[in-house]
């Protein structure tokens, strides 16, 4: 449903053009110190602003509603809301009709039996991922221990991808991506053997940012073509450290201390400005129709601090695990 975790537990609420958009954060230890600044250097890693990015800028004005007095987690759930303020849905009227090819206008259409909120994409927009980025804020203070770092690897195939960046802007299309998340500073031991493995616990998490199709761990597909002498890391000590890794940091699910690595493909996005066929509801045909309203170009571009937090929610979670087996 819309809630996620064992014992750090998500809650996300709200939609791309209501009143705001904001995460229940359950489970937090007491005696966090926490603000409303903290979450500022995170908010501004994920708005608009670059090329290829969104016109639709907001605030992210954000408030801690409960969960924290005196400055510090008091152990209660924690409400963090952000307002919503520049929204235009009168671009998304045509949608009801000719659902957007490759977004999710169709599919909640039929399931939601036509009621579901669709100004600006409703509850599939990326506007919500501003929401994770600040559970993210919140889960990283509980592991102050493990450095997360994500980063844009390619895009459109290309890693300097600027000029292609602008001639896909220039001809109303958009661009796909590759970003590489790198988990350091991680105990042994994390993750369980089967359901609850790291790999499909923080898969679990990536899918649920719109538009990631895929995710390899370490060097995932490529090991298809790898024989066992090339991919096995040997341990060099008692720690466990590994010459190479191959692997990704997991073996049988658990994390084995050395740097979890990851990467994860975002598609190109779905609304383009280019004339699309796509089947018109209302006159029962496939017609040419042009998608409006304001766009990423390459959503990749605003993915990394997303990929960040919602790798830091899997770890508190982990690690809370961790302290109680
Ligand atoms: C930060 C961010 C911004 C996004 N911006 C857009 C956008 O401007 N237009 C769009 O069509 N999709 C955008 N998306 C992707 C859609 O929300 C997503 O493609 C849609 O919900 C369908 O889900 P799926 O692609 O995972 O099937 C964005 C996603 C993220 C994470």
Same mark, same amino acid.
């Given at each position: 449903?819309?809630?996620?975790?064992?014992?750090?537990?998500?809650?996300?609420?709200?939609?791309?053009?209501?009143?705001?958009?904001?995460?229940?954060?359950?489970? $937090?230890?007491?005696?966090? /110190?926490? $603000?409303?600044?903290?979450?500022?250097?995170?908010?501004?890693?994920?708005? /608009?602003?670059?090329?290829?990015?969104?016109?639709?800028?907001?605030?992210?004005?954000?408030?801690?509603? #409960? =969960?924290?007095?005196?400055?510090?987690?008091?152990?209660?759930?924690?409400?963090?809301?952000?307002?919503?303020?520049?929204?235009? #849905? @009168?671009?998304?009227?045509?949608?009801?009709?000719?659902?957007? /090819?490759?977004?999710?206008?169709?599919?909640?259409?039929?399931?939601?039996?036509?009621?579901?909120?669709?100004?600006?994409?409703?509850?599939?927009?990326?506007?919500?991922?501003? &929401?994770?980025? &600040?559970?993210? +804020?919140?889960? @990283?203070?509980?592991?102050?221990? !493990?450095?997360?770092?994500?980063?844009?690897?390619?895009?459109?195939?290309?890693?300097?991808? %600027?000029?292609?960046?602008? %001639?896909?802007?220039?001809? %109303?299309? #958009?661009?796909?991506?590759?970003?590489? $998340?790198?988990?350091? =500073?991680?105990?042994?031991?994390?993750?369980? /053997?089967?359901?609850?493995?790291?790999?499909?616990?923080?898969?679990?998490?990536?899918?649920?940012?719109?538009?990631? @199709?895929? !995710?390899?761990?370490?060097?995932?597909? @490529?090991?298809?073509?790898?024989?066992?002498?090339?991919?096995?890391?040997?341990?060099?000590?008692?720690?466990?450290?590994?010459?190479?890794?191959? #692997? =990704?940091?997991?073996?049988?699910?658990?994390?084995?201390?050395?740097?979890?690595?990851?990467?994860? +493909?975002?598609?190109?996005?779905?609304?383009?400005?280019?004339?699309?066929?796509?089947?018109?509801?209302?006159?029962?045909?496939?017609?040419?129709?042009?998608? +409006?309203?304001?766009?990423?170009? $390459?959503?990749?571009?605003?993915?990394?601090?997303? +990929?960040?937090?919602?790798?830091?929610?899997?770890?508190?979670?982990?690690?809370?695990?961790?302290?109680?087996?």
């Amino acid at each position: 449903m819309n809630s996620f975790g064992r014992l750090f537990r998500i809650s996300i609420y709200g939609e791309s053009h209501g009143s705001e958009v904001g995460i229940l954060i359950d489970g $937090c230890p007491s005696g966090l /110190p926490l $603000c409303e600044s903290d979450f500022k250097p995170d908010l501004l890693r994920r708005q /608009p602003g670059a090329l290829g990015t969104t016109p639709r800028v907001e605030k992210d004005t954000l408030q801690i509603k #409960s =969960g924290v007095f005196d400055g510090t987690s008091t152990g209660a759930p924690i409400l963090i809301s952000i307002t919503n303020g520049n929204t235009n #849905s @009168k671009h998304y009227e045509s949608t009801l009709s000719i659902p957007r /090819p490759g977004h999710a206008d169709f599919t909640k259409k039929i399931k939601y039996e036509g009621h579901a909120d669709w100004r600006g994409g409703g509850i599939s927009s990326g506007r919500l991922t501003v &929401a994770l980025v &600040a559970a993210g +804020v919140v889960a @990283k203070k509980t592991i102050p221990h !493990i450095k997360i770092e994500a980063r844009i690897l390619e895009i459109g195939g290309q890693t300097d991808y %600027q000029a292609l960046l602008q %001639q896909a802007i220039n001809e %109303q299309d #958009s661009l796909g991506g590759i970003i590489e $998340c790198r988990v350091s =500073g991680l105990e042994i031991g994390l993750g369980e /053997p089967f359901f609850d493995s790291v790999e499909s616990t923080i898969s679990h998490l990536m899918f649920s940012i719109p538009g990631i @199709k895929g !995710i390899e761990f370490g060097d995932g597909f @490529k090991a298809a073509q790898m024989r066992g002498s090339e991919f096995n890391d040997a341990i060099i000590d008692a720690h466990g450290r590994t010459a190479t890794n191959h #692997s =990704g940091g997991i073996n049988g699910g658990i994390s084995n201390g050395n740097d979890i690595l990851f990467r994860v +493909v975002t598609r190109p996005t779905a609304s383009i400005g280019l004339v699309q066929n796509s089947f018109n509801f209302e006159t029962n045909k496939m017609e040419g129709h042009q998608i +409006v309203g304001r766009h990423d170009a $390459c959503i990749a571009l605003r993915v990394p601090v997303i +990929v960040e937090a919602l790798t830091a929610v899997a770890l508190a979670d982990f690690n809370l695990m961790r302290r109680t087996q």
